[in-house]
């Protein structure tokens, strides 16, 4: 957790995009994950199914899967 809030600047904020916020590190670090699969998955590297990617979907507030 030390690491984590060194990264963002826990809790006054600093350069990292969550700006000190814990929630907004953990919601950027899916995001960034699940972006990384749908592309593996549109490079038919692997399979992620249709019903956890929305689940993720509703999870991080937008549409990253496109099937």
């Given amino acids: 957790m030390e690491n984590i809030d060194d990264l963002i600047g826990y809790p006054l904020g600093g350069g990292h995009p969550a700006k000190g916020n814990r929630s907004e590190f953990v919601r950027l670090a899916i995001e960034e994950k699940l972006e990384r699969e749908m592309v593996r998955f549109q490079n038919g ?15 991080v507030g937008h549409s990253v899967c496109k099937f």
């Fill in 45 to 59: 590297v692997s399979a992620v199914p249709k019903r956890i990617c929305i689940g993720w979907m509703v999870f």
